[in-house]
């Protein structure tokens, strides 16, 4: 690849690293403390225990440790595809060896693998 389209992948995975440590600092920050101080009226005191309020809780918890299990992959992708356009790997099949097309760098620029390639391994 040229030092230009580099330079341009570069930038769109530092906005993308950039988007998604705030969304993990958003979600770190929405989650900050356990279950049970989120939804301290469902602990036994009072009277407003329901056990639908609890699973909703315990769903939206579940639903955020995803989101940002995703997030830190892709972060660590991200950080990857950096390192390899360091290294002047960046844009090229991990295993056939041929270049990544541009499109797929476009959709996805932390892609380790060319379109074929990645089908084949689904």
């Not at 690293?17 to 600092?25: F, G």
């Not at 809780?57 to 940002?68: I, P, S």
């Amino acid at each position: 690849m040229t030092t230009i389209e580099t330079d341009e992948f570069r930038k769109l995975l530092e906005a993308e690293r950039t988007r998604l440590l705030d969304a993990v600092a958003f979600l770190e920050r929405e989650n900050a403390g356990s279950l049970v101080e989120e939804r301290g009226e469902l602990t036994g005191r009072g009277d407003n225990n329901h056990l639908a309020d609890m699973a909703t809780a315990t769903y939206d918890r579940e639903l955020d440790e995803g989101l940002g299990d995703g997030a830190q992959y892709t972060l660590d992708e991200i950080e990857a595809a950096l390192r390899r356009i360091e290294d002047g790997s960046y844009g090229v099949c991990e295993v056939c060896g041929k270049p990544i097309g541009a499109e797929r760098l476009s959709a996805i620029p932390w892609a380790r693998l060319c379109i074929d390639d990645a089908r084949r391994l689904r």
